[in-house]
């Protein structure tokens, strides 16, 4: 098998110095446009690859963007990760994304660290409170931006939307339409996003002057099935929601679902309300009501940050939080008479 070709190579090959090589391919310094044509075709030539580990260990400056998911499964977290890479890309990063369950654990610890080590910084989208490497990361202070995350307080910036607002909004819109039967289904704990629509939900029925109803508050895990399987329950209460507030879009899919399956009409029966405006929620039957999450400001101001924190600024404490927007379709519509 033939041993990957050195710079040296590729100097000798386009007759230039292997400084000038270097400058090249990297693309920066000045090179005249002849030597880099040169060099490019020697490079192409003898199938020439920067050793990327190297060149960090010299000290080098990285082009790299870590986006690490603690499991890469949600629709949401597919749409955050395109558009923090489209922000990246447009600031002259590229991306590498790394996706396990949890990375504290010590057959990932070796990959985990070589992958960071590459990366001029990090950004964490929806991680989850439990996995003990958001705490190692804060002792490091390594370049580091969370997004979406409130499950507690962290010595590192977090981009995140107005959880608590935007869920007061939901249960607002119900309300206004004359539901006051409102179920909740709630998310995971993880990034403690639910936890937080969960408290304005019951917040806002309670300055409406109705008490929640434990009853009416069951878990979905942010998954289709699981919104499935939580409206299941709720529909064989002695007294049925007129209207349901699902923690997330997936799960306000799987309500839908549940609640056609028994012979019921959305939003004649019940309406439904969801959270983030997935791009497929205007595509469903029928198209669903939401809260918006602005995803192109969130991962662009995410990736602004880290940029900053790239180029030199001090790694501190910081929470950004961003509004977010009532989407009204057809899926939410006045409490049945008889509701």
Request: with cysteine; proline share 6%; aromatic share 6%.
């Amino acid at each position: 098998m033939r041993k990957p070709s050195r710079l040296s190579e590729v100097a000798k090959m386009a007759g230039v110095a292997p400084i000038t090589a270097s400058r090249a391919i990297r693309g920066e310094g000045y090179v005249s446009e002849e030597a880099r044509a040169r060099v490019m075709e020697a490079a192409a030539h003898l199938n020439y690859a920067p050793d990327m580990v190297a060149r960090r260990m010299r000290g080098e400056k990285s082009r790299l963007i870590g986006i690490f998911v603690n499991n890469f499964g949600s629709l949401v977290l597919h749409e955050v990760t395109r558009e923090i890479s489209n922000a990246a890309r447009a600031r002259g990063y590229d991306i590498l994304l790394f996706n396990a369950e949890r990375f504290d654990v010590p057959d990932r610890a070796g990959t985990r660290d070589m992958l960071a080590n590459l990366c001029a910084g990090l950004i964490l989208p929806m991680p989850n409170v439990e996995d003990g490497y958001l705490a190692e990361l804060e002792k490091r202070q390594h370049p580091c931006v969370f997004v979406n995350f409130c499950a507690r307080a962290v010595d590192l910036p977090v981009v995140a939307v107005e959880n608590r607002k935007g869920a007061r909004t939901a249960v607002e819109h119900l309300l206004s339409l004359g539901h006051r039967r409102i179920a909740f289904i709630a998310g995971s704990h993880h990034t403690g996003q639910s936890c937080e629509r969960q408290a304005a939900y019951v917040e806002a029925l309670n300055d409406a002057g109705i008490a929640a109803d434990p009853a009416l508050i069951v878990p979905g895990l942010f998954v289709q099935t699981g919104g499935y399987a939580a409206t299941q329950q709720l529909l064989a209460l002695p007294e049925p929601p007129t209207a349901i507030f699902a923690a997330n879009d997936e799960m306000a899919f799987g309500a839908i679902d549940a609640i056609h399956s028994k012979g019921l009409r959305v939003p004649g029966d019940i309406s439904v309300i969801g959270f983030d405006d997935i791009a497929t929620s205007s595509h469903i039957h029928p198209p669903l009501t939401t809260m918006r999450q602005p995803l192109t400001e969130l991962s662009a101001c995410a990736v602004t940050e880290l940029v900053a924190l790239i180029e030199g600024r001090g790694v501190e404490a910081k929470s950004i939080a961003l509004p977010l927007e009532l989407i009204v379709r057809k899926s939410t519509g006045p409490a049945a008479q008889n509701g």
